[in-house]
C-alpha cells in the first residue's frame, strides 16, 4: 500500500535560518508528489508538486523541493525562513498517477520559528 | 472568487444530532472529495466522487452520507452525532480539461465540535 512518512513531528528553526523537511514514500510506480502547507485556522494550499522532467521543483513562497527515486524522497527545503512560514507542512503522494483516488497524506511537520 | 468553499466554517453541537456541511466549488473540476482531520492534523480521506458518481468510500461510519447533486457540489451529512466525529471536515476538488494529476485544491475547512 501507499504510504508516506515525514519523520520530524515539529522542527524549530530560527528565522532567517535554512530548512529542510524530510519526507519519505513508499510507492511501486512514479509517484506523482506534492507538499502543502497549512497555517493555523487555514485551508491547505500547495506548494509545489512533481510529476516528472526536472528532480528539483521550484514552489512558492521560496520554497523547493527535489525528488530523489534512490532514496525514495521528496525532501522540502528554503535557505531563509521568515517568520510567517510558521506551519503545518504535508507531504503527499498521488495514487496511480492521479485520477480520482484521492493524496495520500504524511502525518505533517509543525514548523516553529525562532526569532 | 473562492475556487472551493464549504459551510458552515464552524459548527458545535450536541451528540446525538444531525448536521450538514455543504461545499461548492467552481474551478470546473470533475472530482471532488471529503478529507477528515483529526485532532492529531491527520489528514485521512473519507470519500470521493467524479461527475457525481462515488469512486472512493473508505471505512467511514454508516451515519457519514455524501451527496453530490452535480459535479460542482458535494455534501457531507452526518447522521446521530458522536464526541468522536469532532474534527476538522476539510472539502477538496480536482481534475479538469486535462488529466487529473490529483492536485487537490482545499476548502478552508468545516470545524466541527460535538458536545
Known amino acids: 500500500a501507499q504510504s508516506v512518512t515525514q519523520p520530524d513531528i515539529h522542527i524549530t528553526v530560527s528565522e532567517g535560518a535554512s530548512l529542510e523537511l524530510r519526507c519519505n514514500y513508499s510507492?511501486?510506480?512514479?509517484?506523482?508528489l506534492f507538499w502543502y502547507v497549512q497555517s493555523p485556522g487555514q485551508g491547505l494550499q500547495l506548494l509545489l508538486k512533481?510529476?516528472?522532467?526536472?528532480?528539483l521543483v521550484q514552489g512558492i513562497k521560496g520554497f523547493e523541493a527535489e525528488f530523489k527515486r534512490s532514496q525514495s524522497s521528496f525532501n522540502l527545503r528554503k535557505p531563509s525562513v521568515h517568520w510567517s512560514d510558521a506551519a503545518e507542512y504535508f507531504c503527499?503522494?498521488?495514487?496511480?498517477?492521479?485520477?480520482?483516488?484521492?493524496?495520500?497524506f504524511g502525518k505533517g511537520t509543525h514548523l516553529i520559528i525562532q526569532p | 472568487d473562492t475556487a472551493v468553499s464549504q459551510t458552515p466554517k464552524y459548527l458545535v453541537t450536541q451528540m446525538g444530532n444531525d448536521k450538514s456541511i455543504k461545499c461548492e466549488q467552481n474551478l470546473g473540476h470533475d472530482t471532488m472529495y471529503w478529507y477528515k482531520q483529526d485532532s492529531k492534523k491527520f489528514l485521512k480521506i473519507m470519500f470521493s466522487?467524479?461527475?457525481?458518481?462515488?469512486?472512493i468510500n473508505e471505512t467511514v461510519p454508516n451515519r457519514f452520507s455524501p451527496k453530490s447533486p452535480d459535479k460542482a457540489h458535494l455534501n457531507l451529512h452526518i447522521n446521530s452525532l458522536e464526541l468522536g466525529d469532532s474534527a476538522v471536515y476539510f472539502c477538496a476538488s480536482s481534475g479538469g480539461s486535462g488529466a487529473n494529476t490529483g492536485e487537490l485544491f482545499f476548502g478552508e475547512g468545516s470545524r466541527l465540535t460535538v458536545l
Open positions: 512533481y510529476f516528472s522532467g526536472d528532480t
Open positions: 503527499a503522494v498521488a495514487y496511480s498517477g492521479g485520477g480520482a483516488d484521492g493524496l495520500t
Open positions: 510507492y511501486g510506480a512514479t509517484p506523482y
Open positions: 466522487y467524479n461527475n457525481k458518481e462515488l469512486i
